[in-house]
C-alpha cells in the first residue's frame, strides 16, 4: 500500500494538478520526496507563503483545476492565508494544506500551535483534515467543493508524523468534478413573464457584466443580447475583456478611472441586467440609479434592500439564462448611439498620454503597444491598477489578471510567475507600483532559479500614490506615511541576478522596454514617471 505522502501526490496529479508551491517544514519533506517520485507534478519552492498562495489561485483561476500551496504550523500558515482570503474573494479554486499538530496535542500548549481550522474557517469554503484512513477522499471531496458552484479554497490539515504511514484503502472514483454540484435547468415561467414584463417597459436598460460572466464563457452571448436590443455594456474590473472595447456599445469599466465618465451613460438607465456580476468587486447600490435590477448569476444578489427595492434574481447557469433572454423581442432601445460613442471617445481621448510626457498613461500605452495580442498581463494593486481597468485594451478574458475582490498589494509577481510556469509559451508581463514591488521583490531571486522569462515593469514615482491622493482630497499632508523616495541616485543594475534597465523619460522607455522583450530571462523596466496625471483620472463619482 502506498504512504499518505505517495497517495496525496499521486491523487494530486490524478486531478490534473501540475504544481504545489510552498515553503517546507520538517514535516513537509516526506510530501516533497513524494512529489519528486511522482510524475508530472513538482514542488515549486517560493521565498514567502503569501507568494505559494496566490499563485496556486492563479493556477486555479487560469486552468479551472485547484491550485495546490502547502504551509507549516503557525508562522507558515498565517503568511499562507493572505493567498488563501485572495482565492476566496476572487473566486479561485484552491487547496491549501498545512502542518497540524497530531491528535494528542491538538489542544495542548505547543510552540507554533494555533487552531488552524478556526483560522481558515471564514476564509475558505471548506475546512478538514485527513488521516490515514482517509487522505484520497478528503483531497477529492475538497477539490471538488473548491470548484463547483462559486469556486474558492479549501484548507486541508496534515496531522505531523504520518506522511509514512500506509494508506488504508485506495482507488476512489474520480468523481471530484461532480461533487456537490447543481444541475441548472432552464428559466420557469414565471421568471420569463417578469423579466418580459421589465424588458417591454423600459427604453434604457444597461447590461452590467461581472467575473462570473467569464467563467461561464458567455462572451458571444453577450455581444449578441447588446447587438440585438442596442443596449450598452459596462464591466467590473475582473470581466475586462469579455466585451470588445473598440464595440459602439461598450460603455466602460465601473469604479476605475474616470467612472464619472462611465456614469454619464449607467446613470441614464432605467434598467439594469447584471449578468455574472458578483458584488464582491463593487455593489450594485454604490453605482447604479434607483430603477428595477435584473440579476442572473449563480447566486443571489447581496443588495441593500432598503435602496433597491425592486430586484429580480434569476439563479442558475448563466448561458441559459442568456439563451433565453435572446428569446425575447429584439426591439432595439432608445440610447443614442452618437451619445454614447462622444462619451466613450472622450473617456479614451483623456486616456492618452500628452505627447513629451512620461507618466502612469506613457508607461501603459507604451507597453500596450509592445505586449502582443496573446500576452498575458499580471497588475499589482494601486494607483496604476485603476488607470490600466479603464486604459488597458484586453483582446480576451484571462490575458489581464489583477485581484479586485481581495485586493491585495504584492500580486503582480506570483501571478506573473504562476502564469508563465502554465503558460511557457506566451509572453508574460508583470505591472506593479513601487509598494507592491518592495512587498515582493524578493521572489526575483525564485524568478532567476526557475529561469521565468518575464518583463517587470515597475512604475516608480517614489509614494503610495492611492493613498497619496486619498490624502489630499481630504486636505492631509500627502506625503506623511506614504513616501517611498528610497532610491539611489545611481541606479543598481540587478535585483537578485535579475538585471534592472531604469528609464527616466519617454523614449529611453521605449528603449528599455524593446530591449527587456527581447532578453532571454527575466528583467526588471523601472520607470521613474511623474504621478501628477492620476488625481486628475482616478477616484472620480460613481453616480450622476
Keep these: 500500500m502506498p504512504t499518505v505522502a505517495q497517495q496525496f501526490a499521486h491523487t494530486l496529479r490524478e486531478i490534473g494538478v501540475r504544481y504545489v508551491f510552498g515553503v517546507p517544514s520538517g514535516n513537509m519533506i516526506d510530501y516533497i520526496e513524494a512529489l519528486r517520485e511522482e510524475e508530472g507534478i513538482d514542488f515549486i519552492l517560493v521565498g514567502h507563503e503569501a507568494t505559494a498562495a496566490i499563485m496556486a489561485d492563479v493556477c486555479g483561476r487560469i486552468t479551472g483545476i485547484p491550485g495546490v500551496c502547502f504551509a507549516t504550523f503557525g508562522p507558515g500558515a498565517t503568511n499562507l492565508s493572505t493567498g488563501v482570503g485572495e482565492a476566496l474573494l476572487d473566486r479561485s479554486p484552491l487547496l491549501a494544506f498545512t502542518d497540524e499538530m497530531p491528535d494528542h496535542l491538538l489542544n495542548r500548549i505547543v510552540q507554533m500551535n494555533v487552531n488552524h481550522q478556526q483560522l481558515f474557517f471564514p476564509i475558505t469554503k471548506h475546512t478538514t483534515r485527513i488521516t490515514a484512513e482517509n487522505v ?4 477529492l471531496k475538497a477539490a471538488g467543493i473548491a470548484t463547483s458552484d462559486v469556486p474558492g479554497p479549501v484548507h486541508i490539515g496534515v496531522p505531523a508524523g504520518i506522511g509514512k504511514q500506509e494508506v488504508k484503502s485506495v482507488g476512489k472514483e474520480l468523481e471530484y468534478l461532480r461533487v456537490d454540484k447543481k444541475r441548472w435547468s432552464p428559466l420557469v415561467g414565471d421568471q420569463v413573464r417578469k423579466i418580459e414584463t421589465l424588458w417591454k417597459k423600459s427604453e434604457k436598460p444597461v447590461l452590467a457584466v461581472g ?16 447587438e440585438n436590443n442596442k443596449i450598452p455594456v459596462v464591466l467590473t474590473p475582473m470581466a475586462k475583456g469579455i466585451f470588445p472595447e473598440d464595440h459602439p456599445l461598450y460603455a466602460g469599466v465601473l469604479f476605475h478611472a474616470l467612472s464619472d465618465v462611465v456614469a454619464e451613460t449607467h446613470g441614464q438607465a432605467d434598467l439594469v441586467m447584471g449578468v455574472g456580476y458578483d458584488p464582491v468587486e463593487f455593489n450594485y447600490e454604490d453605482w447604479i440609479p434607483n430603477v428595477p435590477l435584473i440579476h442572473i448569476c449563480e447566486k443571489e444578489a447581496d443588495v441593500d434592500s432598503a435602496k433597491l427595492r425592486e430586484v429580480l434574481n434569476v ?3 448563466v448561458e441559459v439564462a442568456l439563451q433565453e433572454l435572446l428569446k425575447l423581442d429584439g426591439l432595439p432601445k432608445k440610447w443614442d448611439l452618437n451619445q454614447l460613442a462622444e462619451r466613450k471617445n472622450r473617456m479614451f481621448q483623456r486616456l492618452t498620454p500628452p505627447p513629451g510626457s512620461f507618466g ?14 496573446d ?3 499580471t497588475v499589482d494593486v494601486g494607483a496604476h491598477l ?8 484586453t483582446p480576451e478574458p484571462g490575458k489581464l489578471l489583477m485581484t479586485n475582490g481581495w485586493s491585495g498589494m504584492g500580486f503582480a509577481i506570483p501571478a506573473a510567475m504562476a502564469t508563465k510556469l502554465n503558460y511557457p509559451e506566451l509572453p508574460v508581463v508583470a505591472l506593479l507600483g513601487d509598494g507592491g514591488f518592495h512587498m515582493t521583490v524578493g521572489e526575483l531571486a525564485t524568478v532567476k532559479r526557475l529561469i521565468l522569462n518575464i518583463v517587470f515593469v515597475v512604475i516608480n514615482d517614489g509614494s503610495l500614490s492611492l493613498i497619496n491622493i486619498k490624502q489630499a482630497k481630504k486636505n492631509y499632508d500627502c506625503r506623511y506615511g506614504t513616501d517611498l523616495n528610497i532610491l539611489p541616485e545611481t541606479p543598481t543594475n540587478h535585483y537578485f541576478g535579475v538585471p534592472v534597465i531604469r528609464v527616466t523619460d519617454f523614449d529611453s522607455y521605449k528603449m528599455g522596454l524593446r530591449k527587456a522583450f527581447r532578453c532571454n530571462g527575466p528583467v526588471v523596466v523601472e520607470a521613474i514617471a511623474d504621478p501628477s496625471e492620476y488625481k486628475e483620472l482616478l477616484l472620480r463619482q460613481n453616480r450622476i
Excluded at 211 to 226: E, F, N, P, S
Excluded at 360 to 373: G, H, I, K, S, T
Excluded at 386 to 393: A, F
Design 136 to 139: 484520497e477522499e478528503v483531497i
Design 211 to 226: 467575473m462570473a460572466a467569464v467563467r461561464a464563457g458567455v462572451k458571444d452571448l453577450i455581444v449578441q443580447l447588446a
Design 315 to 317: 439563479i442558475g447557469n
Design 360 to 373: 502612469p498613461r506613457a508607461v501603459l500605452d507604451e507597453l500596450r503597444n509592445v505586449l502582443p495580442d
Design 375 to 377: 500576452g498575458i498581463l
Design 386 to 393: 485603476h488607470l490600466v481597468g479603464q486604459q488597458w485594451r
